[in-house]
Structure formats: structure tokens, C-alpha cells
């Protein structure tokens, strides 16, 4: 698809990031690496331990530049660019391997242009927001924000400068960093036969030994005689094999190519093995203070969708370093709480260095909601080995966390001392934390139930279960904590993850019907300027759990057309789906991938013991379809929708757990009817849906067609 150039054009991948601009007829490519971080202690965490910038190609042309095309083709993960001057042309096509450390760019001359040639510029490796605060400190002096004066004068000790030299015969850019390892940036250019030109860039961080040089030229040697072709050929199987994995189709294109487009950035930003997607995502600028990795929200919304969607091998970049970070995660966590706990602060580096600051419980939940996406993983794939032997650690440690702070009230109950909920503040039994401690406690109840477990502390889960406050309540719905209202408009709904994401709260009990709708009703229209983009992708997901079709897709298309709607909201989501939540043009990536979730949860649906096919779909959306969705229980589902009837559902377990499914009215094919005849099944009438429980073992595949269910 073609992109917007005046802004930001963009092409990325996992480990370092490519962008194109066009200001004054000028082109330069921004080069960067996404687990390329400070290792400074102490400090402020953002900064100290912050991404870091790296450099950027410029163009130099014979002639002046008097035109600019390029292209974005987001199946083969490609760049393509003509520069038109007055002298020739060049035609530029750029890859991001999706295999190697390495970026390609191809250049094809026309006319004079034979000379035109990209040469690399390094910049100085200083924390993105240090160096907004220094800008903004001697531009404005006292008049500067006032957040930025206080970041301006923080101590923090500056990077040496970047040095240009060569290393075995490659030319490289070595940046040194005080806390110890360095970056390093090796290219190389190579002539062809047909008058083409071959940059090779590869761009290496090492911490704390000092080869990221030597490492940077190992993967150009290694790639020294392989043709462009070739790289290309092996760089497109990767992503030709990935996007198959699931499959959806919307009437709404605009919003059908907005998801395309997030599961193309997804691997563009994260892979296993390698960096996990942090709040800038594949994004690569220098004025942003989210350089790092944020787990009060932005993390965990950016994997939600993952796992409905097959996505394994990108959604491994976190819980694979889950696993292997276990014990920095313990070693987080201060002395009095006995190596037993597990935890994190807000920010995270790809290291999960993360010191849980020693008497304040304002970041209790980071870890355990972390969990919760791994969980989401778990409970699609059905690995028992993965599950006990790495997750159930680790949910263990993190709810230790909780009972180590909780404390038994004089009603009998168990309560949580003073927490946070996240951006809102604090206080005792914050509904955030009592959501996640009780999501946590019933989990590790069930894998102990289910792979026969007989943990010692079994029994004060099921007592926390059992004694566990309930959630502070008003008039107007679920509180913040207790004694504190939701009061202003905000766009965060941490006070509401019973609901969303841990369903813990929902609509198959009816007597928390009319709570969950007042609850959410209060906080997404609460007067004031206080929603963002990722508030109306969390609302649209919980009108989908309430399966309201309507005010979802109200919510998805207040989201497209937000500046529209909301004029002085400084939130703004740009031509390529990126999106910026400031006047400063800070970019943050995981409000557009949230938003897959919510059209996901449209279309599919599995919590509690029921698959919920098509449960909140909008009378707009006609003619719609997916396939190889996963559902929990280690289902993989496939449907249509045409003319606003459910056509076709087809139901293949992969784990043989038993069924429960429900969906508008259909009928089996004559197979599949003879095969459920012959199981013990029921049906249930529920409104204009059926409800369907059958074994399934695996890897038996169920089909079920429309008709009028004249067999049941």
C-alpha cells in the first residue's frame, strides 16, 4: 500500500528500525536497534537505562531532488523508492532481513545519477528524553516544562562520542558506553555487475563485554557473497509463512487493513529469540520519553491479540524471556521478601534489570498482569510440560508477592495494604490489585487441580479464594480502591481488569450484568479530555464481552476518526496506523495493537468453559470471516458470516479437551451430525443462539452449516 510521506515513512523489523523522510527534499534513513539500551544504575529509570539513538543514512544525489515516491509492501516486507532529481533518478529498495542481522538497500541509477550514494551519520548515544530536556532546558531556559527541568538536572554521566573507523577493512561506528558494553555499526558497499550498488548494514549491542564491532562485521562477512536476490528470496519466506497463520476479513476495509497492518508491525518489532516489543515498537526517533519498556499497560496490551491469532513466534520475544529471567525477576525484588517473590518496577529493560523499589507497593501488579498474557498463550496451546515447568514457577513467585503484603481485617477477610492502580493513584484494596491477586490465585488453583500438583501453599490459595475482599464498589460502579471514586476522566481502566482483560467479572453471571454496564458507562464517558486511543479500544473490547455489537464498532470508529471526534485531544493516530499521544509527537505503539484484540473479541470469543463464535457483531458487518483463530482449550476455529448469517463454523481441537461452543443457529454436515449424535451432548436455546457441548478429541475437526436446526 502506498504511505504517507509527509510525516513518516517507515519500514522496520525486530531488531533495529529503517525510516524515510522527506523535509526540504532531503532523504535520510533512521538506523537503530531495539535492544540497543543504556545499562547506567540508579537514576531515573527511563533515562538511565533508556534505548538508545544510533544514526541515520543520508542520500547524497548528483542533482537536486524534485520528486519522491516509495511503496510499503507489507507481504514481503520490502521498500521500494524512486528519488526523481534533475540529473536521473534512483530507484532505492531496502530490506530489514527477516533471518540476518542485516538492512540491504539496493540502488539503481538512471541518468547522472551513477554518483548518488547513502553515507551513515552517527548521532550521539544520549537517553531520548535526557536530550529533549537538554534541547527544551537551553531553548527556553526557566520557561521550560517543568517535568523536563527536573530531567535536565538529574545527574547523568554522557556517552563518549561515536568514532568512525575501520574494522577489518569494513568501515564501522563504535559507541562506547560508560556503564559498560557498546554499539556497534558496520557497512559496507558492493558494486554490481549491472550497475547497481549493494549497502549492507548490520547494527550489533553487546553488554558487558565490548564486541559489538567485531560481532556487526561477522554477519557482513557472512553475507558478503550471497546476490541481493538470494537475501531477498530467503528474507520473504519468513514472512510469507507468517501471515497464513490466521486469516480475518471485515465488510469494514478500513478497518480489515488496519489489523493487516498491526500484525505485520508486530514481527516488524519483535521475534523470538530476540528483542520483546517495547513502548516504541518498531518506531526509531529521538524526541520520545517511552524509550524503554513500560509494564503499567503498554506491554501487556500490545500482546494481547497474539495468541487468538496463531502468532507464536512473535509473541515468544516476551515469554520466552519470561522463562529464562526468572531469576533476575526474583533478584528484583528487595531482601524482605525472602527470595520467594517475584517482580518488577514500571520500566523494563530487554534485560528485566528491574528493581522492585524496597517499600513501595506502587508497582505490585506489573509482573502478575505480565502473566496473564502468558497465560493467554498457555491456555490456547495446552502445553502441560511449559506450563508446570515454566509458568506455574513463575505465577507462584509473583503471587508470593501478594501474600506476602496482605493483611487479615478485623471482618475476617484478607485485604491488600496501600497499592497503586496504575496512573490513577492509590489505595487500600485498589481494585487493580485485588483483580490480579485473585486472577492469580484461582490459576495456579487450577493448573494445581489439573496436572495434579500438591503445592504446599495450595491451601492458602484456595483460603485467598475463599476470604479475599470483595471489590470496592459506589453508586456509579467498581471504585479505584476503597474510599477513592473514579472521579475524572482518565484514560486508563486499570480499576476495571476484573471485566477486561481477566473476565472475571461478565455477563454469564447475572446478577454482575447491570455492575459491569455501569461501571464501564462511568468511566468511558466521564466528562473531561481524559481518553486516548487505547480507552476507546478498551472500551469497544468490553462492549464486545457484553456483546453489543453496536457501541464496539462505536468505539472502533471513534478510534479511526479520533482527531475528528475530539478535536483538542493531542492523541492523533497518523496515515500509516502509527500513533502519538502528545503535542510533542511522542510515538507509542501499543494503542493500535490493542485495538486487535477488541476486533478479535468481536468476532471470537473463549472464557469460562464456553467458545463464543460471532458474539458481538454489528449489523454493519454482513459479510465477514476468519479462520485458524485459536480459542482456549486448544481449539482452532474457522467461520463465515454472509448476508448477517452465520454460514459455516468449523471447530478442530488440537489438546481433546471438551467442547462447549455457542453460536447463532446452525446445523452440522451429515458427517459431523452422525459423529454427535452418537456423543453425549446438549443444546441449550439462549436467546437467537445454541449452545453446543460435545467431546472433541483430537485432532477431530467438527463442521457445523446454517440451517434451521431441525435435528436438535
Request: proline share 5%.
Amino acid at each position: 500500500m502506498l504511505l504517507s510521506f509527509d510525516f513518516f515513512f517507515f519500514f522496520c523489523d525486530d531488531w533495529n528500525s529503517l525510516a524515510l523522510s522527506l523535509p526540504s527534499l532531503s532523504l535520510s534513513s533512521l538506523l537503530g536497534r531495539a535492544d540497543a539500551e543504556d545499562h547506567k544504575k540508579g537514576g531515573t529509570p527511563f533515562i538511565a537505562q533508556s534505548r538508545l539513538p544510533n544514526g541515520y543514512s543520508t542520500l547524497s544525489t548528483v542533482g537536486k531532488i524534485t520528486g519522491f515516491e516509495g511503496r510499503l509492501d507489507l507481504y514481503s516486507a520490502e521498500t521500494r523508492v524512486r528519488v526523481s532529481t534533475d540529473k536521473g533518478s534512483l530507484d532505492i529498495r531496502a530490506i530489514v532481513h527477516s533471518d540476518d542481522m542485516l538492512i540491504a538497500y539496493e540502488l539503481t541509477p538512471a541518468g547522472d545519477e551513477k554518483g548518488a550514494r547513502l553515507d551513515f551519520v552517527p548521532l550521539m548515544a544520549i537517553a531520548p528524553a535526557r536530550l529533549q530536556a537538554d534541547l527544551d532546558v537551553a531553548k527556553k531556559g526557566d520557561r521550560a516544562n517543568k517535568t523536563r527541568k527536573s530531567w535536565a538536572s538529574a545527574p547523568y554521566v554522557y556517552n563518549p562520542d561515536p568514532v568512525l573507523t575501520k574494522f577489518a577493512g569494513y568501515d564501522v561506528s563504535r559507541q562506547t558506553l560508560v556503564a559498560g558494553g557498546e554499539i556497534g555499526t558496520a557497512w559496507t558497499i558492493r558494486e554490481q555487475a549491472n550497475g547497481t550498488r549493494l549497502l549492507l548494514v548490520s547494527i550489533e549491542h553487546s553488554y558487558p563485554e565490548a564486541t559489538a564491532v567485531k560481532d556487526a562485521v561477522a554477519h557482513l562477512q557472512k553475507m558478503q557473497k550471497e546476490s541481493f536476490e538470494s537475501m531477498l528470496t530467503r528474507h520473504r519466506v519468513w514472512w510469507h509463512d507468517y501471515y497464513p497463520k490466521s486469516f480475518i476479513s471485515l465488510d469494514d476495509t478500513r478497518m480489515e487493513s488496519f489489523y493487516w497492518i498491526q500484525v505485520y508491525k508486530f514481527a516488524a518489532g519483535a521475534r523470538k529469540g530476540r528483542a520483546f516489543m517495547d513502548t516504541m515498537g518498531p518506531w526509531m526517533v529521538e524526541n520520545t520519553a517511552w524509550a524503554n519498556g513500560w509494564f503499567n499497560l503498554n506491554t501487556q496490551l500490545s500482546y494481547w491479540f497474539l495468541s487468538t491469532a496463531n502468532r507464536f513466534e512473535v509473541a515468544e520475544s516476551l515469554f520466552t524471556k519470561l522463562d529464562e529471567n526468572l531469576p533476575t525477576l526474583v533478584a528484583n525484588m528487595p531482601a524482605e521478601y525472602g527470595g520467594e517473590c517475584a517482580g518488577m518496577s514500571t520500566i523494563v529493560p530487554q534485560t528485566f534489570i528491574s528493581p522492585f523499589p524496597s517499600g513501595r507497593l506502587g508497582f505490585t501488579g506489573e509482573l502478575l498482569w505480565t502473566c496473564h498474557d502468558y497465560w493467554l498463550m498457555l491456555e490456547r496451546t495446552m502445553d502441560a510440560e511449559r506450563t508446570t515447568e515454566n509458568f506455574f514457577p513463575l505465577l507462584k513467585k509473583s503471587v508470593n508477592t501478594y501474600l506476602h503484603i496482605m493483611e487479615e481485617g478485623a471482618d475476617g477477610k484478607l485485604h491488600l495494604p496501600y497499592t497503586r492502580s496504575p496512573e490513577y493513584g492509590g489505595g487500600e484494596d485498589c481494585n487493580f490489585n485485588l483483580a490480579l491477586f485473585r486472577w492469580g490465585c484461582a490459576t495456579l488453583v487450577e493448573i494445581a487441580e489439573r496436572y495434579q500438583i500438591d503445592d504446599p501453599l495450595l491451601p492458602q490459595w484456595q483460603d485467598v479464594l475463599a476470604r479475599l475482599v470483595d471489590y470496592p464498589t459506589n453508586e456509579n460502579g467498581y471504585m479505584v480502591a476503597k474510599d477513592f471514586p473514579l472521579e475524572q476522566s482518565h484514560r486508563h481502566y486499570s480499576h476495571l481488569m476484573m471485566i477486561y482483560p481477566l473476565r472475571e467479572i461478565n455477563i454469564d453471571q447475572p446478577e454482575n450484568r447491570e455492575l459491569i454496564a455501569q461501571s464501564v458507562d462511568h468511566w468511558i464517558n466521564y466528562p473531561g479530555r481524559g481518553n486516548a486511543g487505547y480507552s476507546w479500544s478498551g472500551a469497544a473490547a468490553m462492549y464486545a464481552l457484553m456483546q453489543d455489537g453496536e457501541t464496539a464498532e462505536q468505539y472502533l470508529d471513534t478510534f479511526m476518526r479520533m482527531q475528528e471526534v475530539y478535536p483538542n485531544n493531542p492523541a492523533e493516530i497518523h496515515p500509516t496506523t502509527m500513533y502519538t499521544e502528545t503535542k510533542r509527537v511522542q510515538p507509542v505503539t501499543e494503542t493500535p495493537l490493542s485495538l486487535c484484540d477488541s476486533m478479535q473479541l468481536m468476532l471470537l470469543q473463549s472464557w469460562g468453559d464456553t467458545i463464543r463464535v460471532f458474539p458481538a457483531i454489528p449489523e454493519s458487518w454482513e459479510n465477514i470471516s476468519f479462520a485458524g483463530l485459536l480459542a482456549k482449550g486448544g481449539f482452532e476455529i474457522s467461520a463465515t458470516r454472509a448476508v448477517g448469517q452465520t454460514q459455516f463454523v468449523s471447530i478442530q481441537s488440537r489438546a481433546g479437551e471438551p467442547c462447549i461452543v455457542k453460536l447463532d443457529s446452525v446445523e452440522d454436515d451429515i458427517e459431523s451430525r452422525r459423529w454427535l449424535m452418537r456423543q453425549t451432548w446438549r443444546h441449550h436455546p439462549n436467546v437467537r443462539r445454541v449452545v453446543f457441548a460435545f467431546p472433541l478429541p483430537a485432532p477431530r475437526t467438527v463442521k457445523l452449516y446454517s440451517a434451521l436446526l431441525r435435528n436438535f
